[in-house]
């Protein structure tokens, strides 16, 4: 069974600052990788994915997210922090196995990203 | 874009009675629709998978019995928490995709926090 891990429940980083999200996973075989975003009174929303291809993945709102194959990890970033990117980010993975008609995403516990005027 | 909305945003209740939850797409056709629940720190669980016209498919541990999900019609599910106990308390998230959309067209809802007393 897959697996997402967030090792932090709270992130502060300082407006202008890069900022770093961290995610890990476990799946068998080629992962199916996200990021959602949750702002207060909002349902998630979609930033990036990985399926295939550049490691290197970006998104909206200037997000972009690196997977890292040999160490299982796909971090959250963007190079610039604005204070309206605070908010709650989770991790999410696809078990590929499960075929294209699933949609089935195992979520990380979320973290919790203060960018601090 | 695309919005889910769910109802109510937070419910108090007395234990022993019964709760329902609506689920809403508002614009497209949401042929599945998913439920799942979080407790404070941690991840978003699914609880069950519901396609428009079928039985809900139910995550291993979920209680159907107490966890009624009604998928009626393309536009609306229901999650009906039936004689509810304090251990039910807990956030309450819906998810809608279509047919045919990808990963990234997976829609949520703002969620419901459900207190039994």
């Known amino acids: 069974a897959q697996s997402v891990a967030q090792p932090e429940d709270q992130v502060n980083v300082a407006e202008g600052n890069p900022l770093t999200v961290k995610c890990t996973y476990s799946?068998?075989?080629?992962?199916?990788l996200f990021w959602y975003v949750q702002y207060p009174n909002r349902g998630l929303q979609f930033l990036l994915k990985?399926?295939?291809?550049?490691?290197l993945v970006k998104g909206s709102y200037g997000f972009e997210a690196e997977f890292n194959k040999s160490q299982t990890s796909f971090h959250l970033k963007k190079p610039s922090a604005l204070v309206s990117d605070s908010a709650l980010y989770f991790c999410?993975?696809?078990?590929?196995?499960?075929?294209?008609?699933?949609?089935?995403?195992?979520f990380g516990k979320g973290t919790k990203l203060s960018v601090i005027p | 874009g695309a919005v889910v909305s769910q109802h109510p945003s937070w419910v108090i209740c007395k234990s022993g009675t019964s709760v329902k939850i609506e689920c809403r797409s508002l614009?497209?056709?949401?042929?599945?629709m998913f439920w799942y629940r979080q407790f404070p720190k941690q991840s978003l669980m699914l609880m069950a998978t519901?396609?428009?016209?079928?039985?809900?498919?139910?995550e291993q541990g979920v209680e159907k019995d107490k966890f009624l999900i009604n998928h009626a019609s393309l536009t609306l599910s229901t999650l009906t928490v039936t004689s509810a106990h304090p251990e039910d308390s807990s956030f309450y998230i819906c998810?809608?995709?279509?047919?045919?959309?990808?990963?990234?067209?997976?829609?949520f809802g703002s969620g419901t926090q459900l207190s039994v007393l």
């Open positions: 998810s809608a995709i279509s047919t045919g959309f990808t990963n990234e067209k997976l829609f």
């Open positions: 799946v068998s075989g080629n992962p199916y």
């Open positions: 990985y399926i295939t291809g550049d490691n």
């Open positions: 999410a993975v696809r078990d590929p196995s499960e075929g294209a008609g699933s949609y089935q995403l195992t």
């Open positions: 614009d497209f056709q949401a042929t599945t």
């Open positions: 519901s396609n428009e016209g079928s039985k809900a498919t139910y």
